[in-house]
């Protein structure tokens, strides 16, 4: 029973197989062979090269140059894609409907005139394979001519004359509206193809005499001028420009030869746009007229043409762009002075007439850029003593890095200053010298700022060895930023005392009179030991003992006297803060002194301290302030008003 069921199935299977390679595989290649029979044009629809298309006197060729199509009559344009794949697809699908011999038509007592093929009004002729392809060893092409007649009595379809003019195929009318294009609707829109992600360079060019010849470079994300000057340039500005040339247009097609000078003869502007391998050329030439479809007001129209191209045309082109292509040694320039990034700073060096060098320097996190890093100021020692450091404002730093970041130049004076102009603009003794040192052994980033008669300012890149050509016009606010007094730039928190460590003691004594003014003990839950006036007031100032920031610095070292109010006076008072520190060395006990003036105004008293890790002058916070004017004045009431005297008895 098995044997009979294998047997049957494997009988089953051979006719299946069979049924495949014969029947099936010759039902496949009949359809195949009737849907190439129905096709008017064979092998040579695949590689087209050029097409024209004759009707009347009216010529409209298209060639094929490389990968692109032109229009080559009666301009010669680049051909829009879209419209020349229109016709490709159109005849490379060209099918008939139905066809007859042209040799019956005699029986029937007829002629190609009969189906406007004697005298076609579209002869269509197509060139295909290319000469130069190693496919075609002869170097040969094959020309094939088809000839269009009129449309059938139903109007739906049309005549077509076979190349060999043997057969008549009846077809779609949309081979002759396909065909029907004019050179307006077969051109290309845009003039410049090169898109912005693809450009590489942009270069302009004016007109003689001056023939100033300008050209941008792009570096990766980057754009930089590379004539007539070598600097940095807009990456938003050069691409802008660039949207601006991609967004051109033909105004008109000029058809007779202007009585003005051809563009290519006499440019008065060249701008070309480097691509991938390509390169693209828009000529300007004259003004032109305005005619009837004018572009809008304030727009100028010129004659131009493309280079390597004939034909003669009409662009309108916005002032703006125009304005920012004649000008682009500035209007495309970065406004931006210095190219840095501020975390890649460990080191800035400022330099001023007559006075010692600053240098700030980033502390350990700086070789890792890492934000919030501390820095310090460093100071030359005299004689044979080292450098003196003292903790520089983070804050203030950080502010200034990008300050500077963001210096933008308001004017470009001058790429080739004269020694004329470098004297009125002050560097021959620069105001500041400025050097920012980076990571990485990148080369510094140096630049001085100079400053005329009028207190304008100016940036020049470089040092004074090494200068830089390009003078900039800069904010004058830029000078405010870079004092070089290290009281300027030293951090204001003077002292913190560390976890575990109390006030333990406060006296306060006026020098005038050696009368103690304050002194009590505090315990170690920082509560006053004994009853003292304005215990509040007290709290405060314990409070504010503890963290001691100085609201501005007024001299660098300590000094017997201090100038208040335009006179120079002693100190009024000496606070002496007596700290307590417990740990595994035992009970450490120090006492910071420090002297005060009497106060100013509202908001200024200063203090000192000669200690050596303080060792300046400031001016101390608000808080701080009001606390101590309570404890040696007490607060003061004005009390109720005066009770006004009772009125005559009459």
Partial sequence: MRTKVTLVLLFMNVALFFYIFQVERRQQTDRAYQVTRANVLGAEAADIRSIEVTGGTHVLSLAKRGDTWFVTSPLEWPA??????????????????????????????????????????????????????????????????????????????????????????????????????????????????????????????TAAPASLRIRLRRDGNRWSFETPIVARASKNAAELAINGLNALRVASFISSNPRATLPGEKPSLRISLEGNNRRETLILGD????????????????????????????????????????????????????????????AITLTAPNQPELALQRLETAAAGADGSAWQIVRRGEGAAGPQTKPADRGRVQRLLDQLARLTASDFKSDAPSAADLETWGFNRPEREVSLALVGGAAPVAFQLGTDSSRNVYARLGTSANPGPSIYAVDPAV??????????????????????????????????????VLDTAIDAAGKLVAAVPHPDAVGALVAHLQTLRAKAFVLDQFAEKVTVAGEERPWRYRLDATATLVGGAGEQTSVTTLFLSVRVGGDLQLAGSPAADFNTVFSIEQPLLDALWTVTEGPHDPGAPPVPPAPAAK
Wanted: glycine letters at 4%.
């Fill in 80 to 205: 829009n894609p879209n419209a020349v794949n229109r016709i490709l697809t159109e005849l490379q699908f060209l099918r008939h409907e139905t066809s007859f011999n042209v040799a019956d038509l005699a029986k029937s007592g007829q002629s190609l005139a009969d189906y406007g093929l004697e005298k076609p009004s579209l002869t269509l002729t197509i060139t295909s394979g290319d000469p130069s392809s190693p496919s075609r060893a002869d170097g040969t092409t094959q020309v094939t001519k088809l000839q269009i007649g009129d449309l059938t009595k139903d109007g739906l379809r049309l005549y077509l004359l076979s190349p060999d003019r043997e057969r008549i195929h009846v077809v779609s009318q949309s081979l002759a509206r396909s065909l029907a294009l004019t050179f307006d609707d077969l051109r290309a829109d845009a003039l410049f193809t090169i898109q912005v992600f693809e450009a590489r360079s942009l270069n302009l060019q």
């Fill in 287 to 346: 003004p032109a007229p305005a005619g009837g479809d004018a572009p809008s007001a304030g727009n100028p129209l010129f004659y131009a043409q493309l280079e390597g191209r004939s034909a003669l045309f009409t662009v309108s082109i916005p002032k703006s762009l125009l304005d920012t292509l004649r000008s682009a040694q500035v209007s495309l320039r970065e406004t931006r002075v210095l190219d840095f990034d501020p975390a890649a700073v460990n």
């Fill in 479 to 516: 000078l405010t930023e870079l004092p070089v007094a290290s009281k300027d730039w030293r951090d204001r928190l003077l002292r913190e005392l560390p976890a575990g460590a109390k006030l333990t003691a406060l006296k306060l004594v006026d020098l005038s009179n050696n009368q103690t």
